[in-house]
């Protein structure tokens, strides 16, 4: 997902879509304990998609936080 992707979504769907991609990376982690899956890769790109949507919330946060003051 690009970033412009990201930051055309709203603060609930970021919401949603961080929380489906952590249920996602959990179950991939999961399945490649118990046996090797076919992209261990993928698992880094999940895990960087996480990072990108935590930091374009954060933003958003800290945005609404400099609003307020």
Known sequence: MKSS???ALSTE???ARIGEEKT???KLKF???VSA???PNRIKVIRKEVAR???E???RKAA???EQQ
């Open 5 to 7: 992707e990201i930051s």
């Open 24 to 26: 996602n990376l959990t």
């Open 53 to 55: 949507l935590n930091t």
């Open 31 to 33: 399945a490649h304990a």
């Open 64 to 66: 609404s936080a400099s």
């Open 57 to 59: 919330l954060t933003k």
């Open 37 to 39: 899956i076919e992209n």
């Open 13 to 15: 769907e970021l919401v």
